[in-house]
């Protein structure tokens, strides 16, 4: 093995494997089936480089000449073609089969009429004399002349192309994308030329040689670069699959003939055994050392490339986790600006929230004057079709878009658009301006970003969804508010009314002359219970909205039961049984004592207007049969307080409205005096139900414990 081949051994397998990996990883794209054939050729290229130096046979080393003559002439013809396609194409006539024919055409047709124009010289080195190297004796014919003509005027031709078009190129990235290319490729071939032109005045060919080698070495790393910068394939699955054992392999070759063959070669002297076999046996040992070592290297790369990717889903993570709590809008969007500026370091971003009513795309802080984006207008139309991020500068056709809208994006150098859609629905426009400190968007943040678009949609039309609820139900509470103010209003106006009747019928009577001393007596009397009531109706209904918040202290609950029990008894129906009975341990309980003490007399009340009432209706019942009862129990999470009583009961049909404001049955009610107890009840933070039939009612109280 000639030892100067040795780069061209190793870019041959680079540029090979990477021609194979870009057509691969989008056959379908008409920029990676041309960047592929461009690389393949310099990987033939090395292969007839290689077939000069390692074959003293001279049919081998003229057919290696002969496609090393031909590739060195045909690579600026797929310059050209990369120029029109690279990054982006602007000429529609480059993609027709035609424009490859008329590339390819001249420098094939000059080709083909100055073949064989060169001499090949083999020189062998005097060190080792099995070391060959090759040197191109070129014939300065016209046709020659004439090929080297047009392989600079390709090249030329190339450069003026990418020139040209970095000036169109909007993105950042894509234009030092371009220039990366275009100045290594002006190198690759002032360097091909500078080597060309020293052949003749360098003392040493060899050493001259081993240069032009080892810059083919530089052109396929130089390839590589490109290839991974531009996002052709993706680098964290070709390093964490093939490329890690293409990279093996290399080393493998240099292992092979560095290492086995000599130590065959040594062995064979020590103990005669045959050179075949023992390199067999020596490679079989090369390749069981290689493969544990290619899963580190596989796991290295790994953990190499997906760091960044790791770091974003650890951070979305978080910000996903978080957004699962409610947010309003302002404060929902407010999260994801700065999530995106921490994580991305972006300069600004801007966020058009949809509004129905207006059918429009508005900006939501205002903090600038943003013009609104019309619902099917080219930008928000593009962006439901892309569903996912999209770069302002090389995706979208900006005639299209709209005059104040255009030049606000270009106002505050918007970059990249990301939209928040759920089941077809645009909800939301994210506008992402440049980054900070000229930093460029990879491919790896732009799908990171759609990635987001995507989850933060769902989240935001959940919250959607929610905000919606509370609105429908704060609507319908406005509207049971109206209702019941409505309702308290009519009952407060008919309970002032009937007393103001009757007290305006007495008034005029008393007016009149003619009115005995006896009738004035008993007028001025029912003017003065109608004033009184009227009195007790305004208290009751100002009771309503002056119940205090509790203040809990320890109380003991014995000691309210024996004072409304006295209260009761001491009433104009003593005869009533009012008892009391704590079935537990505990009598303490920690709640305000004034408002239940408020809440237990107003149901004993009620209880003793019950009995009454069934006294009246029913011949054989009697008050002194009247029972009520005051029970204290306990349950797991509450205490329980029950008043019982065996009134006339409340028929089932009015059960549900007993709470409302001035519902009564009673001729002399108010109707607030249950109304009163639910409110502290509520203000106790506990619950009450009833349940009662003919001969039976229980209201039942339920506090929390302590």
């Not at 009673?666 to 109707?671: F, P, Q, R």
Request: glycine content about 4%.
């Amino acid at each position: 093995m000639n030892i100067y081949s040795l780069p061209a051994i190793i870019s041959f397998t680079v540029n090979f494997s990477l021609s194979l990996i870009v057509l691969m990883g989008k056959p379908g794209n008409t920029l990676s089936r041309w960047f592929a054939a461009f690389i393949f050729s310099f990987a033939l290229w090395n292969l007839a480089e290689v077939l000069v130096l390692n074959s003293a046979n001279l049919l081998t080393i003229f057919l290696g000449t002969q496609i090393l003559y031909r590739i060195i002439f045909l690579v600026p013809a797929f310059y050209v073609i990369i120029a029109y396609l690279f990054p982006k194409n602007f000429n529609k006539f480059a993609t027709n089969p035609l424009f490859y024919v008329i590339v390819f055409s001249l420098p094939l047709l000059v080709l083909t009429l100055s073949s064989p124009d060169f001499q090949i010289k083999l020189i062998t080195l005097k060190e080792y004399p099995k070391i060959y190297y090759y040197q191109f004796i070129f014939n300065l014919t016209p046709t020659f002349l004439i090929l080297i003509f047009v392989s600079i005027s390709y090249i030329v031709w190339g450069n003026v192309i990418l020139a040209r078009k970095i000036r169109r190129l909007r993105s950042i990235h894509l234009k030092n994308h371009t220039r990366f290319f275009a100045t290594g490729m002006i190198i690759i071939f002032i360097s091909s030329l500078a080597i060309v032109l020293l052949r003749a005045n360098v003392r040493n060919p060899a050493s001259l040689y081993f240069l032009s080698t080892v810059l083919t070495f530089a052109i396929a790393m130089f390839l590589f670069t490109v290839v991974v910068r531009f996002h052709l394939f993706k680098p964290e699955k070709l390093l964490s699959g093939g490329a890690t054992y293409s990279i093996l392999s290399a080393l493998s070759f240099v292992i092979y003939y560095f290492v086995i063959r000599a130590a065959s070669a040594s062995l064979k002297q020590l103990i005669g055994i045959k050179s075949s076999t023992l390199e067999g046996i020596l490679v079989v040992a090369l390749i069981l050392v290689i493969l544990p070592f290619a899963r580190l290297l596989q796991n290295l790369f790994d953990q190499i490339f997906n760091k960044t990717l790791r770091q974003y889903r650890k951070s979305m993570l978080v910000i996903f986790r978080k957004l699962q709590t409610y947010y309003e809008t302002s404060e929902f969007f407010e999260i994801v600006t700065q999530f995106l500026i921490s994580n991305f370091k972006i300069s600004e971003v801007y966020i058009f929230n949809y509004h129905p009513q207006s059918d429009r795309f508005t900006e939501i802080t205002e903090k600038t004057q943003a013009p609104p984006i019309p619902r099917d207008c080219a930008l928000s139309t593009h962006l439901k079709h892309k569903k996912g991020a999209t770069e302002f500068y090389d995706e979208l056709n900006h005639r299209d878009l709209d005059g104040d809208c255009h030049r606000f994006l270009e106002d505050i150098h918007a970059q990249i658009f990301v939209p928040l859609i759920f089941e077809e629905s645009l909800l939301a426009i994210i506008v992402i301006c440049r980054k900070k400190y000229g930093l460029e968007y990879s491919k790896d943040e732009m799908e990171i970003l759609s990635l987001f678009g995507n989850e933060i949609a769902a989240t935001l039309r959940r919250n959607q969804i929610i905000a919606q609820m509370r609105d429908k139900d704060n609507q319908r509470f406005r509207l049971e508010r109206l209702a019941a103010l409505g309702q308290l209003t009519a009952g407060l106006a008919h309970e002032i009314r009937n007393p103001l009747n009757t007290i305006s019928t007495s008034a005029e009577t008393l007016l009149q002359k003619d009115v005995s001393e006896e009738d004035q007596n008993e007028l001025k009397q029912f003017i003065l219970e109608e004033v009184n009531r009227l009195n007790r109706t305004l208290s009751d209904f100002l009771n309503i909205s002056r119940i205090k918040p509790a203040a809990n202290s320890e109380i003991d609950v014995e000691n309210i039961f024996e004072r409304i029990c006295l209260e009761l008894q001491n009433s104009d129906v003593p005869e009533i049984t009012v008892t009391y009975k704590i079935d537990t341990g505990e009598k303490q309980l920690m709640t305000d004592p004034d408002l239940l003490f408020q809440v237990l007399l107003n149901l004993g009340l009620n209880a003793r207007s019950a009995i009454k009432e069934r006294y009246r209706n029913e011949r054989h019942f009697t008050c002194s049969q009247g029972k009520i009862n005051y029970i204290l129990s306990t349950a797991v999470k509450h205490v329980n307080l029950s008043v019982t009583d065996n009134g006339v009961g409340i028929p089932p049909e009015i059960r549900e409205s007993i709470y409302n404001p001035f519902f009564t049955t009673k001729e002399s009610g108010t109707g607030l005096g249950l109304s009163i107890v639910h409110q502290i009840i509520e203000a106790l933070s506990g619950s009450i139900e009833v349940t009662s039939r003919p001969g039976h009612t229980c209201f039942t109280i339920y506090l929390p414990k302590n």
